[in-house]
């Protein structure tokens, strides 16, 4: 499915507690701003005249005369806190708090741009997507919702003021900049021939957080995606992080890259180590030109070919249990003698009979997809012909078990996109990056007082 651009700029809370489409644009992974440092001929040895530390400001701040206050932050902290579903430590709060502000500001430009071009978000329409999003995505009334969201530390006000944020830049991006993004057919042409040659090469899905660093604060920089590292193994979203955290134009996507080919990553050092990832694999942070780069290995796949793990098999599983007091040679005789029996078993028309005399319990499942089950067992799977089974897996805690293939669908050959999704790719991304710069353009010119 192939998103409309103006859905790639719902960052935040609402992006983090809503299932987003992940559009498969591959974008750029770093801004040309990175590179623009020379201009000011900074020397690289400086010394700081005064005390100011943006880090110790309290998180407030006035836009173009609009005041953000702490309450805001706090309310808004508390929507992410609560979509990620975990803890975190002060010090993450403290960047978390910072990235809010940012978002908070950001957010206050476009209500204020909307505005000033006569294109006002009605509060009508922000109560209407407040409401669906409480019934359709959280399952509750409006009056639920408004419980649910005190309950959490946040409040009505502060959703409905991001769904104003997003609702009035998706408008701006409507009359501002999609009428004057153009594709020409030759384009797509180009693009979709090269894509018919390309079949059967690798191609990657990764995801992406970028921080910038300078030779000043590069130790800084380098403990901070560290932490964010040893956060995401600890069980955080990576597409929550990336949102908060990168500088990558990809943030507002959740770090993901869509399906790339090494070479457009334009660092021989991300490629070298992304082609030796495994799905669901996570690596950083890497130290690259102008900073750190955290990667996630979605998944990989073969141009135009069809994945096998997108096989649809019919299994039976069979499984025992072990007592929680056998002794380690009672459980190795009693898993030899199950894997034994199912050895035996010829086929899957036999096997409830067979389980049911060694007291083993059978399970069927006629719609299982290879990719979700875990690596290990898809690569045993994929081997297996109609009427085998996988080695004996499992604990003396959760039971040992075996899957036999009944049946098996193999996947089709996937053409590719079309010409017309093609287009409407190629679109976005140009969409998604004038709109960073139309953004950018306003953080320029507006008047913010910190407090």
Known sequence: MIE???NLWKVGSIALISTLCLSSIPVEAQSSADSGADIFNIPENITMLGNSDPNVRRATATV?????????VDQRLALILAANEQKISPEEEQRLRLQILRNLIDETLQIQEAAAQEMTV????VDQTYNRLATQRFGRTPEEMKTYLASIGSSPASLKRQIEGELAWDRLLSRNVEPFINVASEEVDDLYDRLQESRGTAEYRLGEIYLSATPANKQQVFNNARQIVEQLQQGGSF????RQYSEASTAA???????IRLAQLQNPQLETVAKDMSPGQLVGPIEIPGGFSILYLIDKRQVGMADPRDAVMSLKQISITLAKDATQAQAKAKVDAFSKAVDAIRGCGEADAAAAKIGADVVTNDQI????????????????NVGEATPPFGSVEEGVRVLMLCGRDDPQVDSGPTRDQLMN?????????RAQRYLRDLRRDAVIDYN
Do not use: C, F, H
């Open 369 to 384: 997809r290879v990719r979700s089950l875990p690596d290990a067992l898809q690569q045993a799977l994929l081997k297996l």
């Open 122 to 125: 009605t509060q009508d329409e």
């Open 239 to 242: 597409v929550g992080y990336a």
């Open 425 to 433: 790719q190629m679109e976005n991304e140009r969409v998604n990056r």
């Open 4 to 6: 409309t651009s103006k």
């Open 253 to 259: 996507v959740g770090g993901d890259l869509g399906w």
């Open 64 to 72: 173009n005369g609009a005041v953000i206050t702490g309450t805001d």
